[in-house]
């Protein structure tokens, strides 16, 4: 199961980190992805954290967002910063690749200019 959480209402400029908590489901050996899908459109890759820490960014997340994991609280991080209208959506973990059946609810992020 997984758990995102943080998202919330913020002006543009602004910064939100968000959370994914894992339970039930291998974590240390696997990698993990942030993804995003807002209003009408597919939902997108945001970045990707491997194993050994290797990180990816899609390109309307580099220098603005960073990925980070702890393996002993199961729990994988997406700070962002510099926050844009066009960031909002509803933003979800899931393994990398992604796996359908774990997508959760997700965390809605909602940026205001």
């Known amino acids: 199961q997984l758990q995102a959480s943080g998202g919330g209402l913020v002006q543009a400029g602004g910064s939100l980190r968000l959370s994914c908590a894992a339970s039930g489901t291998i974590f240390r050996f696997v990698a993990w992805g942030w993804y995003r899908q807002a209003p009408g459109k597919q939902r997108e890759l945001v970045a990707t954290?491997?194993?050994?820490?290797?990180?990816h960014y899609a390109g309307s997340a580099k220098g603005r967002f960073t990925i980070s994991r702890d393996n002993v609280k199961r729990t994988v991080y997406l700070q962002m910063n510099s926050l844009k209208p066009e960031d909002t959506a509803v933003y979800y973990c899931n393994k990398n690749p992604p796996i359908d059946a774990s997508w959760g609810q997700g965390t809605q992020v909602t940026v205001s200019s």
């Open positions: 954290i491997t194993s050994n820490a290797d990180i």
